[in-house]
């Protein structure tokens, strides 16, 4: 159920935020809809009752679906027709999505349909809120959308809706009827064209890319936070940062970065003329800059192609209540979407590079003049040696996970839908990268903050690098005598990985 006292959000004339959206699904704010949307509904409602009247041909209105829309529904078939609509495409398979991942696929939907192009009945908009206030949580498997609209995973959301399959409801996974009924709802009664209308969305992948960014711009931003610790303990060269070098050369994002990390380590020793210990460190700490300020630039464009999937009116066929009609399109097309967050995925993936050679630059004393593997204890301890292989096996598996996957599948539908976008299975890998992404970041947390103390720095560093190092202090002692490292990893990372609460 809702969480008391849960914050509310107002769909109005204005649309709802990627932040709003990770409020919902994570935090459990309640949706609250303005009189503003409930006219732009019943607008746009009244258009498709106008062409059901006339019986005029519409696409998953009064003509069947994919392949299918060569066939005229008869009148009396109109409202059995949508009650099929998400139960033949309720074809999803593995493991079922997480709460948070259904909440923001579900609100990711009631926000395009308030944006008045789904021509939604009034009534079936009304109780997808109402559910996702309530806590209904219908169990959707994980994979099976192609992201030409994510058809499967929302059809298993509309049929338990319906009453039809699993919903998990205050942490119990009962019968969808039951969960319904003890939440104090019936189940939906779809009119013309409302069961084509839950479906026929990319709801699931801008949901997904609506957590991701809460996660994402959190981890860059400890990201820095690790790069400055490191740098402290290296003793790295920080005329890297000067932006009248970066100025001559301005890279998307990089003067930015470098600013940020001047900030981190201001009032630092490092600071100070000949600290560095050489003049040109290895490129996985020059080019920090340049490789974070990609990332900073990707991170923004993909924010920006999500904010125009969240705000719009993506279904097919849209309804244009201004002018009183409804137009067939492509504008379910992620391509755009997806090529921003796989390029977002391909930046983490180098700074996942980065961070990886860092952290093994200095626990090499030929690198870093520090003992090796970073042991106070003498070659007899292990230190962080084995540390290495998770730090291997994480940057290799981002490297693979960061390979393109959105090149369209093969044709479906007899042919009639014949390119996709894969945009679900973009953001599930984009999950999957951030999570390794910040054991690594935390290992370079915890080695720097070793490494820290072994040069005797630990009372010279900045304002932003010693707040981070006293952060792994609070929570991870110093490596004297070897210890496990993976419960600390594993500390570091769940708390780096705390949104808001």
């Not at 400890?222 to 000067?242: C, G, H, T, Y």
Request: net charge negative; glycine share 8%.
């Amino acid at each position: 159920m809702s969480a008391p006292h849960s914050p509310s959000i107002t769909f109005n004339a204005s649309p709802p935020t990627i932040e709003d959206i990770a409020a919902i699904a994570r935090r459990h704010a309640r949706i609250e809809i303005s009189t503003e949307v409930e006219a732009r509904i019943t607008a746009a409602r009244a258009v498709v009752d106008r062409y059901t009247e006339k019986d005029l041909p519409v696409y998953g209105l009064t003509t069947g679906l994919g392949a299918g829309v060569d066939t005229r529904l008869a009148t009396e078939d109109l409202v059995a027709f949508q009650m099929r609509v998400p139960q033949a495409r309720a074809v999803g398979v593995g493991k079922p999505l997480a709460r948070e991942s259904v909440r923001a696929m579900m609100a990711v939907r009631a926000a395009g349909m308030a944006a008045g192009g789904s021509g939604v009945s009034p009534k079936v908009f009304d109780s997808l809120i109402a559910a996702i206030n309530a806590g209904i949580h219908p169990v959707v498997p994980s994979l099976g959308s192609i992201g030409a609209a994510d058809l499967a995973p929302l059809a298993h959301m509309s049929r338990a809706l319906l009453g039809f399959g699993e919903i998990e409801l205050g942490g119990e996974v009962l019968p969808a009827a039951t969960a319904l009924e003890r939440a104090g709802l019936k189940p939906l009664e779809l009119a013309p064209k409302d069961g084509h209308a839950l479906v026929v969305a990319n709801s699931l992948s801008i949901g997904l890319a609506c957590l991701a960014f809460e996660d994402i711009e959190r981890l860059f931003e400890w990201s820095l936070k690790a790069i400055a610790v490191n740098f402290e303990a290296f003793r790295a060269n920080v005329s890297v940062f000067d932006d009248r070098a970066l100025a001559a050369r301005p890279a998307f994002g990089q003067r930015r970065v470098a600013t940020q990390l001047m900030e981190l380590l201001s009032g630092s020793s490092l600071l100070a003329a000949d600290a560095a210990r050489r003049l040109q460190d290895p490129l996985s700490y020059r080019c920090t800059p340049q490789v974070w300020g990609a990332l900073r630039h990707a991170i923004d464009e993909a924010r920006q192609a999500t904010e125009i999937e969240l705000v719009s009116s993506s279904d097919n066929p849209v309804v244009i209540a201004s002018e009183g009609v409804i137009l067939s399109h492509g504008n379910f097309d992620m391509t755009a979407f997806v090529l921003a967050w796989e390029r977002l995925g391909q930046a983490m993936a180098h700074c996942a590079a980065g961070t990886a050679y860092r952290i093994m630059k200095i626990m090499s004393p030929g690198m870093s003049d520090l003992p090796r593997f970073l042991t106070p204890m003498g070659q007899s301890r292990t230190g962080f040696a084995t540390v290495q292989k998770t730090i291997s096996a994480m940057e290799a598996e981002i490297r693979h996970l960061a390979m393109p996957v959105s090149l369209s599948p093969f044709p479906v539908a007899d042919g009639v839908e014949d390119q996709a976008s894969m945009a679900p299975s973009v953001l599930a890998k984009t999950h999957a990268i951030v999570e390794r992404l910040r054991y690594l970041v935390a290992i370079e947390l915890i080695a720097s903050a070793q490494a820290i103390e072994l040069r005797g720095v630990s009372g010279e560093l900045g304002k932003g690098s010693a707040e981070a190092y006293a952060f792994v202090r609070s929570h991870v002692p110093p490596l004297e005598e070897d210890r496990a490292h993976g419960p600390d990893f594993a500390t570091i990372a769940a708390l780096i990985g705390l949104g808001p609460q």
